[in-house]
Structures are given as C-alpha cells and as structure tokens.
C-alpha cells in the first residue's frame, strides 16, 4: 500500500483529533464551546508571538490602557528579554514572557489573553526557577511579578517567605521523579 504523503500536517494536530476523541462526546454547542476556546488559544499565542517580536525589535505600541500595549511598552521601558527559558532540570523548566534582572532586582512579567482569571503562582515559580538556575538567594534580591489581563496590570512584589518553599518542592519533587525514572531502567 503506498499511503498518501501529507507533510503539510506532521507535527500538527485536528481539532476532531483521534487521541482527543471527547469529542464523540459532546452535544452541538459542546463543540461550538470548544471550538471557541481551541481558537482563542490559537490567538493567544499569536499575540504572544507578536509581543515578543515587538519587545525583542523595541517597537512600542501607542500608550492605552489595553493589555497587549501595556504589556509590550513596559516589557521594552524595562528593557526586559522576552521568552526567556528558565530551567533547573528535564523535569521542571518553564519560559517566561518577559523577565529582567538588574542591580538585584528581577522583573517578570507574564501576558494573559485568556478569559480565565490568572494565577500568580505561574510567575512565583518563574522566580523560583530563576533562583535556583542563576543560584541568588530570594531574600538577596528584590522582586516584582506583573499580570496582564483583562486591560488590568497586577502587581505582585513576592518575598523569600513566598518563594523558598517552591524552590524547595521543585528540589524535592524533582528528586523524587528522578527516582521514580531509575526504577524505570
């Protein structure tokens, strides 16, 4: 048999995908929702591709008060890198939006597009992850965390107290799932 080529789609997944086969599952406006949410996803990530490229070529966006302009004009006046991979191990890394580090003080800043209200735990591990790649101790440094959602800044200013213990459970958990790889082989 030869199969018909499709290079086009390897790497890429349907909507109406065989391994997410909910979808059997669901009524007409189930899938009218999800279909929704799958393209607000999509446009997610377009807009997060766009604000990078704009914070990397520090092209600024007129001053407004909606998210991805705030985002993007505080990202380039902080001078801030964005999708920055932090990492501690295979198991546990993560890529921040936006972050900077300057006279010991470490900025992250994360855009939200989405409907669902954000987390600052997200941002808080960012830190922690930072902490534990660059070795600087939280209760070394200053720190600020922002969310963008919703034309709404939230600003965090996080201390060693709310940082430590994720920098510990990343250590612990990431141990304990080294161990559980060994009993693997």
Request: with cysteine; aromatic share 12%; glycine share 4%.
């Amino acid at each position: 048999m030869n199969f018909n080529k499709h290079y086009s789609l390897v790497g890429q997944h349907a909507f109406l995908s065989a391994s997410q086969y909910h979808w059997l599952n669901y009524s007409e406006d189930k899938l009218r929702d999800r279909f929704h949410t799958w393209k607000a996803a999509e446009r997610g990530t377009r807009l997060h591709d766009l604000a990078a490229r704009l914070i990397f070529d520090r092209i600024k966006l007129p001053r407004t008060n909606q998210t991805l302009n705030m985002y993007v004009n505080d990202g380039i006046g902080y001078k801030m890198q964005p999708e920055q991979v932090l990492y501690f191990s295979d198991n546990c890394f993560g890529t921040a939006d936006t972050i900077s580090f300057k006279k010991d003080f470490l900025r992250i800043h994360d855009l939200k597009t989405g409907v669902t209200p954000a987390h600052i735990e997200q941002l808080e591990i960012y830190a922690a992850l930072f902490c534990l790649e660059y070795n600087k101790k939280p209760n070394d440094i200053g720190m600020e965390l922002r969310l963008y959602q919703n034309d709404e800044r939230i600003i965090f200013e996080p201390t060693a107290e709310d940082i430590l213990p994720i920098m510990d459970k990343i250590i612990t958990f990431d141990r304990i799932i080294d161990e559980m790889k060994g009993e693997e082989s």
